[in-house]
């Protein structure tokens, strides 16, 4: 079987389990068998794949089929450019978070930001993606998650940001032993109803997925602990889910009368972002 055999083979088996995008998870999981980039994979269609290459391609293949995610079949997720290792003990990196990432890049760019925390930070995508282009800025990441900690640890050694970061588990701000200037939190925002409807439950943890009867139960208690942990002339953002929009601004209307608020969409249209800036 050759690349292009083993790729059209693959492409049509997930197409006709209506999995998404089926070209693409079909090469990622035969990149990861042969350990060769996109470029090398394509350069060389009638490469023919030894029988033990093969199986173990079938292998993972079934294991997609199974509704496994390709991200923790091959332990890999890109993220804002790099590379990120993932294990099920953290939440899969969606796109969607990289709009937090650019307003926080802008808001440190053209603000007096020193020190950013990022809550609920899993695998530690948005807090390293932070890192690699701040590079005089403290940066804390906290999770309640000890087993998170360690794949975040993991991955900023990988890019050797060792004291760049600070990881930190404790409960939301809990941990912070100072206020930062910054704070950016990807929570749990699915409902409870929804959970199950999720095209990864039962191989995400629930911990990093659920938010409660409304989804909003840990971006309630976030916003609510802010006023400690939050400088004055701070900044906030917020990843929420879809019609999560009226209910978060109200409340942090709330909380910060004052404050700035505002909503930016995702590249479907959906209102993603929440930016709130303290006055």
Not at 127 to 132: D, M, Q, V
């Amino acid at each position: 079987m050759t690349v292009k055999q083993a790729l059209s083979h693959a492409r049509e088996m997930l197409a006709n389990q209506n999995i998404e995008d089926p070209a693409l998870e079909t090469e990622l999981l035969l990149r990861h068998v042969l350990r060769k980039s996109r470029a090398e994979l394509l350069s060389e269609p009638d490469h023919e794949l030894s029988p033990a290459e093969v199986e173990t391609f079938l292998i993972l293949v079934n294991r997609r089929l199974n509704g496994e995610p390709t991200a923790y079949i091959t332990g890999h997720r890109e993220f804002y450019g790099h590379d990120f290792h993932v294990n099920p003990t953290v939440l899969i990196p969606r796109p969607e978070s990289e709009l937090l990432v650019e307003r926080a890049l802008q808001l440190a760019h053209s603000h007096n930001i020193s020190t950013i925390a990022d809550i609920g930070t899993g695998c530690g995508a948005i807090a390293i993606s932070l890192a690699l282009d701040l590079h005089d800025v403290e940066i804390y990441a906290t999770d309640i998650s000890r087993s998170a900690l360690e794949v975040a640890r993991f991955n900023y050694q990988q890019y050797d940001l060792t004291g760049r970061i600070c990881l930190l588990e404790g409960n939301m701000l809990d941990p912070l032993p100072r206020p930062v200037d910054l704070i950016t939190a990807n929570l749990p925002y699915v409902t409870d109803a929804e959970l199950t409807r999720v095209n990864t439950f039962g191989f995400e943890p629930s911990l990093a997925l659920n938010g409660g009867p409304d989804g909003l139960d840990k971006i309630s208690l976030l916003c609510r602990q802010t006023h400690e942990k939050l400088c004055q002339s701070g900044y906030l953002l917020l990843e929420i889910g879809q019609g999560q929009r009226k209910t978060v601004c109200t409340l942090l209307r709330d909380l910060f009368p004052l404050a700035d608020i505002e909503v930016i969409p995702d590249l479907s249209g959906i209102d993603r972002v929440v930016s709130l800036s303290l006055p």
